[in-house]
């Protein structure tokens, strides 16, 4: 059955798949899908065993193909002021509501509305559709996929991202860092506290040299420029939870906090856990230590993922300006996986439907215009494929 991109994204907003849940039954119902067009996919699963990925070859099994990436999940709406329940595709007026529409279901719904039309196509080299799950939470789910690229399937050269931009052609993003902070004090009544180790104290301290680190960064920016086109334009850290403590007259055995890191192309992410660790190890534990042995601070730091770069003479770009007609320089300051692919060394960009404002949002929202031209979008994609 052919069904409409605004078709395809009511019955993928129906599946909540948010980051914390199971995405199975999404993933049988795109695997089903694709198999009623006569299309196999290859399903692999998460480590948790709860979530999968998606990957699908249409066209000829050679090198050069074209990857459409988008991903499945969606951030929860817990504590958020819906007006609509989030998980039914409600239209008012232009605009259509509902959880994940914009950021990225309604990419996703436009690239499998597509998929009758890529099977009946005469194409010369595939396209490959890579939807993915666990985007917004640590992309290991993209890594997954690209791990395979070249082995167990054929290598693409260039990838479009479906980020919402507006189908403004986005040439740079932001990587992201996360560092845990477990701080590990020692306990004893607050009437005695310089016989104790307070963790929550020491988180502090910790606490404002992520901001300090942060401000400097800012001021160097301002300073010299920054990076252009980026606003900020400078990495920046951000501390956006907190916890740690027992009561009000025990000094703190345990703090813990995350700190976010959101670093621009050209910058080294990991020189900013060297600056922190070193700060750790020289001024912070040895007082720790000297009041207790078992007095300390655990540091865990992961890369989310990397930053996009702009190209020289990119495919991915030529294409996308191509089809689009946008000539602009844009870049965006969130996250995504096309850095992931490009530092596999395929040509990416970001190129979607829906404004990045309206992601995340209450009463989360894509525009029906926004649909009809990454239909158009991906009707070119198909035709240059075929040529």
């Not at 969606?74 to 994940?100: C, H, N, S």
């Not at 719904?109 to 009758?116: D, G, S």
């Not at 080294?268 to 000297?290: C, H, L, N, S, T």
Request: proline share 5%; glycine share 10%.
């Amino acid at each position: 059955m052919t069904l409409s991109s605004i078709q395809l994204l009511e019955r993928l907003v129906g599946f909540p798949s948010v980051s914390d849940a199971s995405n199975l039954d999404l993933v049988d119902y795109i695997r089903d899908y694709l198999a009623g067009h006569g299309v196999a996919c290859e399903i692999v699963p998460m480590p948790d065993g709860r979530n999968a990925n998606i990957w699908a070859t249409i066209g000829p099994k050679v090198d050069g193909g074209i990857v459409l990436s988008g991903h499945l999940d969606v951030v929860p709406v817990e504590g958020q002021p819906w007006t609509t329940d989030p998980f039914t595709l409600t239209a008012k007026g232009d605009k259509l509501y509902g959880r994940g529409a914009c950021d990225m279901k309604g990419f996703d719904a436009c690239v499998l509305a597509a998929v009758p039309a890529m099977v009946a196509a005469d194409l010369k080299r595939p396209i490959h559709i890579c939807l993915t799950a666990d985007e917004e939470i640590r992309m290991d789910g993209a890594r997954a996929l690209i791990a395979r690229l070249g082995q167990d399937w054929t290598r693409p050269s260039a990838c479009i991202v479906g980020e919402p931009s507006r189908m403004k052609v986005v040439t740079g993003h932001k990587g992201y860092m996360r560092i845990d902070t477990h701080v590990r004090g020692h306990e004893v009544h607050s009437s005695q506290r310089y016989n104790g180790v307070s963790a929550v104290f020491v988180a502090a301290r910790l606490v404002s040299w992520m901001e300090d680190r942060d401000l400097r960064n800012k001021a160097e920016a301002e300073a010299n420029g920054g990076v252009p086109y980026f606003d900020p334009g400078w990495t920046m850290l951000h501390v956006g939870t907190i916890q740690g403590g027992t009561a009000h007259n025990i000094t703190a055995l345990d703090a813990h906090f995350v700190t976010g890191i959101r670093v621009v192309p050209g910058d080294d992410g990991e020189r900013y856990v060297r600056e922190y660790e070193d700060f750790v190890r020289r001024e912070i534990e040895p007082a720790m230590k000297a009041v207790h042995p078992d007095a300390g601070v655990r540091i865990t730091w992961r890369v989310g993922g990397q930053p996009l770069v702009r190209e020289e003479d990119g495919e991915a770009e030529r294409i996308a300006r191509r089809l689009t007609g946008d000539n602009g320089i844009q870049v965006v300051p969130y996250g995504a996986e096309a850095g992931l692919f490009q530092t596999a060394g395929i040509s990416t960009v970001i190129c979607g439907p829906g404004d990045i404002a309206q992601a995340h949002q209450p009463d989360e929202w894509i525009e029906v215009a926004e649909l009809a031209r990454c239909d158009a979008f991906i009707a070119g994609l198909i035709r240059e494929c075929s040529r």
